[in-house]
Nanobody
Framework: QVQLVESGGGLVQAGGSLRLSCAFS????????MGWFRQAPGREREIVAA????????YYADSVKGRFTISRDNAKNTVYLQMNSLKLEDTAVYYC?????????????????????WGQGTQVTVSS
């Protein structure tokens, strides 16, 4: 069984930075592609960023390119989302997501249908 636990959310002023972390419990982290999604009130859950099992491939939504960075530490079973130059429109609940099947997939999990496990979410609020 896989569990994902996010941390690092909070309240930040526009232009500021936050780093989200997601701790993955289970033995399959090293073979799993990972992603961060977000959901704002009244909106669909959307992809923010994704990273391959080995970390060599990444994907970013156009809205966050150049501002957010996804990374992973396979020794610590943790994936990160560094968020810089935050904007009001980045306010949302951010969810960590794992695509565990098939293992060592070359496809990045950019759609909700790719996801096998979700975290509980962490709130990010950007104020003016």
């Amino acid at each position: 069984q896989v569990q994902l636990v996010e941390s690092g959310g909070g309240l930040v002023q526009a232009g500021g930075s936050l780093r989200l972390s997601c701790a993955f419990s289970g033995r399959t982290f090293g073979s799993s592609a990972m992603g961060w999604f977000r959901q704002a009130p009244g909106r669909e859950r959307e992809i923010v960023a994704a990273i391959s099992w080995g970390g060599s491939k990444t994907y970013y939504a156009d809205s966050v390119k150049g501002r957010f960075t996804i990374s992973r530490d396979n020794a610590k079973n943790t994936v990160y989302l560094q968020m810089n130059s935050l904007k009001l429109e980045d306010t949302a609940v951010y969810y960590c997501a794992a695509d565990t099947s098939p293992p060592y997939s070359g496809v990045l999990p950019t759609a909700k249908a790719n996801i096998d496990y979700w975290g509980q979410g962490t709130q990010v609020t950007v104020s003016s």
